[in-house]
């Protein structure tokens, strides 16, 4: 079955900025997402991308995506403390449309 | 208002209880999920259903049943709780209707404590 993997942890200092990465196996991936989750809440979608993209920019978020080596990241720039969160990468794949979410990578920004 | 909400929020349960997670929305949307969360797992998909008609096992549905009683309301129920059911459970809705399905939208989260 498809699988999406991610680190657990980064850490940054405030202004600098945050990539985080996510490698999935389903080459059949149609859209690829990244949402936010904040202590307490629910996942909240911040950026997709279509897999016929290589990148996408909003604001201080860019995301890359590789399809050669099925790989998906998250950029943020000049990263605050409220972008502390859990980011969670996750892929479409056309069949039945099911959506397969990563582990999770805790983003701890250090002011 | 909350468009997706779940009760209850928290719960504390002993071994062998029967449980029922609920959730409603009012996105109007067609499509609503389960998913359960564990630390350095992420999110799991326990039943998908597309409409009111319409229920499939996700990929760890033993243990667990649903039913969808009106478009707007799913829930969740675990007949004879377990201590590994201990997590955090979402339930969480996307649209058919606009044919691209490129959203889901989350409730705030059940935490569920199985003694």
């Known amino acids: 079955g498809e699988d999406v993997e991610q680190s657990l942890f980064l850490s940054v200092r405030e202004g600098d900025s945050s990539v985080i990465n996510c490698t999935y196996t389903d080459s059949s991936s149609t859209y690829l997402y990244w949402y936010k989750q904040e202590p307490g809440a629910g996942l909240q979608l911040l950026t997709y991308i279509f897999s016929n993209m290589d990148m996408k920019q909003d604001q201080r978020l860019t995301v890359l995506l590789n399809k050669k080596d099925k790989h998906l990241s998250l950029r943020i720039a000049d990263t605050q403390t409220g972008d502390s969160a859990i980011y969670f990468c996750a892929e479409r794949s056309g069949g039945y449309q099911k959506v397969t979410f990563g582990t999770g990578t805790k983003l701890q920004v250090i002011p | 208002d909350a468009d997706v909400t779940q009760t209850p929020r928290n719960r504390i349960t002993k071994t062998g209880k029967r449980i029922m997670l609920e959730c409603s929305q009012t996105?109007?949307?067609?499509?609503m999920y389960w998913y359960r969360q564990d630390p350095g797992l992420g999110l799991r998909l326990i039943y998908y259903?597309?409409?009111?008609?319409?229920?499939n096992k996700g990929e760890i549905s033993d243990g667990y049943s649903v039913s969808r009683q009106a478009q707007a309301k799913f829930s969740l129920s675990l007949e004879s709780a377990i201590p590994n059911q201990t997590a955090l459970y979402f339930c969480?809705?996307?649209?058919?209707?606009?044919?691209?399905?490129?959203?889901?939208?989350f409730g705030p989260g059940t935490r569920l404590t199985v003694l």
């Open positions: 996105k109007g949307h067609d499509r």
């Open positions: 969480a809705t996307s649209d058919l209707r606009q044919g691209q399905d490129n959203e889901q939208f």
């Open positions: 259903s597309f409409d009111v008609k319409d229920i």
